[in-house]
């Protein structure tokens, strides 16, 4: 787990995790099995010891962003994406359908390719990508090149969500990471991890070319609506400099049932900014008497 140390790293009872993308994950049920087989592995110096894994160094990230956000279409996608927002969920499609035709490539380590179970490995990977959902979030909300791509061409709007509160709201059985950019695709090791723990790896790297986006991804185990429930995650609505008058007022309509301010694009020459526009009550002149 990011930010978590060896004697905390288990998911707690409430609301999802922020995981590492290699990070290892054991469920109640199987503790024991893992464990027993952690020991033999132990004997023979495959994996360090308890004492030993108390002497070593520790991965953390402390750096967390405050908000996440979520480009999304409107158009003829408006009352289905708008649903999501009142309906307090993230819909979490198959990865097939995303843009990037290198999603989930990998490979294996030579020494996990020659393990003779290797095949069956990677076949077990391929089958929890296969099942799993992935919701794309990003670290900003003022890149053009997202607005276009993501957010039906400046049309559409984006979701800004806290993440403490997203966190908190969510499955435990559901992890957010960060996106690593890499020349490199993923390597599988012969180690201890899950097949969803593999597969949560290879979901978790794209070419550096990618890198501006500033990606984190939320991970189901199964494709679906991830719900976050009563929490009030989402914190405002920003819509697009080319969002039609209809789709602005749907827009409206979802920010003021869920209570939150909603935000319209200006574009300025080569910057934008967002305004919160806001209604007034007109109050009506007193009639003045004609003069004589």
Not at 130 to 137: E, F, L, P
Not at 242 to 269: N, S
Request: charged fraction near 30%; aromatic fraction near 8%.
């Amino acid at each position: 787990m990011i930010g978590s140390s060896a004697a905390d790293s288990r998911t707690p009872v409430y609301g999802c995790s922020i995981a590492d993308v290699s990070g290892r994950s054991i469920s109640v049920y199987d503790w024991k099995k893992a464990y027993n087989r952690d020991t033999l592995r132990q004997k023979k110096g495959m994996i360090p010891t308890t004492e030993a894994r108390d002497n070593m160094a520790q991965l953390k990230i402390y750096a967390k962003p405050s908000n996440l956000y979520r480009y999304r279409p409107l158009g003829l996608k408006a009352l289905r994406e708008l649903k999501a927002l009142t309906d307090g969920f993230i819909y979490c499609p198959a990865y097939s359908v995303m843009n990037d035709p290198m999603e989930g490539l990998h490979r294996l380590s030579a020494r996990f390719a020659e393990n003779p179970g290797s095949e069956k490995s990677r076949d077990r990977v391929q089958a929890a990508m296969d099942t799993m959902g992935i919701a794309s979030m990003s670290e900003v909300y003022d890149h053009e090149p997202m607005w276009a791509h993501y957010a039906d061409q400046f049309a559409g709007m984006c979701i800004q969500y806290n993440l403490a509160r997203l966190i908190k709201g969510l499955d435990r059985d559901i992890a957010i990471t960060r996106m690593m950019y890499s020349e490199i695709e993923p390597v599988l090791l012969k180690d201890s991890s899950t097949s969803i723990d593999r597969a949560r790896l290879c979901l978790s790297s794209k070419t550096v070319r990618w890198a501006s986006e500033r990606e984190w991804r939320l991970f189901k185990i199964d494709q679906g609506e991830a719900s976050y429930g009563l929490e009030k995650a989402v914190t405002k609505i920003f819509l697009g400099s080319r969002v039609t008058p209809e789709d602005e007022a749907l827009a409206r309509e979802a920010g003021k049932t869920i209570g939150v301010p909603v935000a319209r694009m200006e574009i300025d020459a080569y910057s934008i900014s967002f305004k919160e526009t806001r209604r007034f009550l007109l109050r009506k002149r007193p009639l003045q008497k004609a003069s004589t």
